[in-house]
């Protein structure tokens, strides 16, 4: 494909909501999962939401892709996630939707580290 020759990367974004389907696993050339935010919200040690998020996670890996959580606003959530082994996370304890010149100029002075859950 052409985006993947420019070096573009897909992700399937609000997994586990509303249409996204276990079968675009296999129909769909993606690279990333990303957790819907409704099961990080409320996410706690021993809950339903963690089980289901271990159990993407663990799934993805099999299939070769990396997870990125979506909404991630505590320190708690964060270490839930990355003890489960997820690779990405977004949300407000990283940071604030940003303009495009505020996002390049934080970008352009941190490490690339700094996008990674652990």
Known sequence: ?????AGIQVALDDFGTGYS???YLNKLDIDFL???RSFVQNLQADSNDLALCEAIIV?????????IAEGIETQGQQDL????????GQG???????PVA????QFATSS???FLLH
């Open 112 to 114: 690339k580290s700094n």
């Open 92 to 98: 407000y304890l990283f940071a604030k939707p940003l």
């Open 59 to 67: 799934m993805a890996h099999k299939l070769g892709l990396k997870v």
């Open 81 to 88: 996630l990355v003890h489960a082994g997820c690779d990405y």
């Open 102 to 105: 505020e996002f390049e100029k």
């Open 34 to 36: 990303k957790i819907d």
């Open 1 to 5: 494909m052409e985006y993947r020759d």
């Open 21 to 23: 389907s276990l079968s």
